[in-house]
């Protein structure tokens, strides 16, 4: 077994179950001569994948890459039921036709990510298995945990001591998730920290069945624009996959300094070196936080659109910038009555000379070439464009980087 | 609504949920003109029945002489699982074949108490609907329930404090139990006091099914011979419905005087009156508690045998009760030298007369005539019958109701 390989599959790993498992099905793949089946399971009732879920996904790209397979599991056999208490109206059973749109615009999503090829991915319906259970069947499914095993997933258990109520039915989700594991023989289950608890559940069950259970290899949670929540669509606080690319740079452009590390870990597609030298660099201050969020951003949008995309992206956004840096910029006041003494309208470049009389009226005249000198947001490159005093308003000049000044009448 | 009836049906009942049910009930079946029907499950992996199951099916004949029908559901859907884990060897899966016999000798031991008349008792089993019902049935079934509800019933909330085990599987077990109310459309559940959580899960999912719930009558628990637990075979401190009429009063002379008023209360046909002046008279200290366990144990023989089988029964137990009693006796010591004196053998009524010469000879005639002379324990009615002297042994005699000697060689 190739060393480094394994180095780099475990790289971002928060918890590996058991410690060293990895290792062990990589030998089994290698010995057996097959290829290890990586586990995804997927709700289709939520088909907004963000680069929260891209952290796992990028791993399991990483198996692919490697010569496994993943099994996607679209988890229709729930979907179809909804909220069998009838009590939540945001979980209405779906029709076959609604998971289907769902699981292909997930699929369309997955593919910006994994290698979609026949021979590295397979799609399953877990209804085809679960839909064909007995009483009998479930019966004994459920004897394959107690009560206490399955309230210690921290929810339940929060949700019991604070006195509210857990749906029966609901102690069944974690054991049908468990279930998929056992109808795919998975390997490896990867997901977020917050799934290990239904990963570990599968793990269980497929022993209890006497088959090898699985590895579980759970992900940081990627912290949100917010700073705070995990990403999560209903926080607001996320970058989907499938956004344009001036709205992915403009989004990632508004990373927290502090989340600049994790980002760069869990979202770019750097080296380990470089990713190294950057979070030492943004430690020591040896570097502006704004360049590193640049990259960033540009090395979201190359991954999920192209380099010429985030080219684009980065100078829209630079645009924008600049435009809302302006807006926000002190303007230096002068009366119309003073700038104009004497005179009904002025060329532009007469108007620049007394608005910036520091500078030589051919300095003047390069800076309104070069597309340098705007009124009011506006470039004008004609310095003989005449311009009249204003009236009941201001008008905004900025000429050059640093000259904004604003006419009052 | 006949008012003496509904006291009649209630004589006994320890809970009534909800609170004046059972007058409502009555009343829906007169104004509607249909019988109640009274649930009744079976376990058929334990087919003896004793006094303590007597207790609800005694109950359950007043509602069927009372014009409501009775249905029997023969639980074999869970008998035919088993123990899933395969931990509980005691509680292997039931073959069909197994299942039918139990059922058999079930309806056969109920027939002693129930009227088996077709229009007044069904039979089902619940396999028929339990085991037709889908994963997806099971998890509509589940929604109707919380984690908490179940986990308050005695033993489950037991088990889960002290930290031992309770497979999830176990926790179906009330809700099935629950469907068949469902199923049968059942207006009325009955059990002992510690069936009550089960018959509530019941009408709880009735209730959930936009049904009418069904009533509840929890049966007092009979304590069994022992005088501390409730009847049951694991104790083995029962009065078996099928058992003999010799060991039926037997046992039911061995009920502690304590338990008195509970057997006459639960146990016998005896009027409401009747048992309300024995109780009194016992209380009182005015009649000896055995003679009234005589009249307990004779009216439990006349109900599942018949009254010459009590008699009988009765009869018996007296000899040999007095036999014990002989058995304990001191008896008053003589040495064959001295009785024998000058004689090889002698005859019973002159024997008789050496050991009680205070009694005339025609008086000990007469006793021998009545079989109140034995030998050994045997009767003797011979006055000429010739006795020798004891080699090596002693010959005990009894001669009327206390003259006890014995003769040692």
């Known amino acids: 077994m190739n060393a480094s390989l394994l180095d780099d599959l475990l790289r971002g790993v928060a918890i590996e179950t058991p ?33 929260g879920h891209a952290v796992v996904l990028r791993k399991m790209r990483q198996f692919q890459d490697a010569g496994h397979k993943l099994v996607i599991i679209i988890g229709d056999f729930t979907a179809r039921i909804g909220d069998p208490t009838g009590r939540n109206k945001t979980r209405p059973p779906l029709s076959p036709e ?12 997955l593919s910006k990510v994994l290698d979609m090829s026949r021979e590295k991915l397979k799609v399953c319906f877990n209804d085809d298995w679960l839909g064909a259970m007995t009483f009998r069947d479930v019966i004994g499914l459920l004897a394959k945990a107690t009560v206490a095993q399955l309230l210690q997933r ?14 029966m039915h609901e102690m069944l989700y974690p054991l049908m998730q468990g279930y998929d594991s056992i109808e795919i023989n998975a390997d490896i289950e990867m997901g977020g920290t917050d799934q290990l608890f239904n990963c570990l559940v599968g793990r269980a069950l497929q022993e209890a069945e006497g088959k090898s259970g699985q590895i579980v290899l759970s992900m940081p949670l990627l912290v949100g624009l917010d700073g705070k929540e995990k990403m999560s669509k209903s926080y607001n606080n996320y970058i989907g996959l ?36 950057l979070k030492e660099d943004l430690a ?18 190359t991954q999920y659109h192209d380099e010429k995309s985030a080219e684009e992206a980065a100078q829209y956004f630079y645009n924008q910038f600049q435009n809302k840096a302006d807006e926000e910029k002190s303007y230096e006041p002068f009366a119309a009555a003073q700038i104009y003494e004497g005179a009904q309208e002025l ?11 520091q500078e030589s009226k051919s300095q003047l005249r390069r800076l309104i070439a070069a597309s340098a000198v705007s009124v009011d947001g506006e470039k004008l490159t004609d310095p003989a464009a005449l311009i009249k005093p204003p009236v009941d308003k201001e008008i905004h000049f900025r000429i050059g980087k640093r000259g904004f000044y604003a006419i009052i009448s």
């Open 154 to 167: 921290e929810d339940f258990s929060k949700r019991y001591n604070e006195g509210t109520a857990i749906g």
């Open 98 to 109: 609604t998971i289907k749109q769902n699981a292909l615009t997930y699929l369309d999503q």
């Open 347 to 357: 060329a532009l470049l007469d108007l620049c000379a007394r608005l910036c009389p």
């Open 284 to 301: 020591a201050d040896k570097v502006n936080p704004m360049d590193v969020k640049k990259l960033v951003a540009a090395n979201i949008v």
């Open 242 to 277: 499938t956004e344009p690319p001036h709205d992915m740079y403009g989004k990632a452009m508004s990373i927290p300094d502090t989340l600049l590390p994790m980002y760069l870990e869990l979202a770019t597609t750097l080296t380990a070196q470089e990713i190294a030298r």
């Open 19 to 51: 410690p060293r498992g990895l290792a062990g099905k990589l030998k089994e793949s290698e010995k057996e001569k097959r290829s290890l089946i990586v586990k995804l399971g997927f709700d289709p009732t939520a088909p907004d994948l963000h680069l």
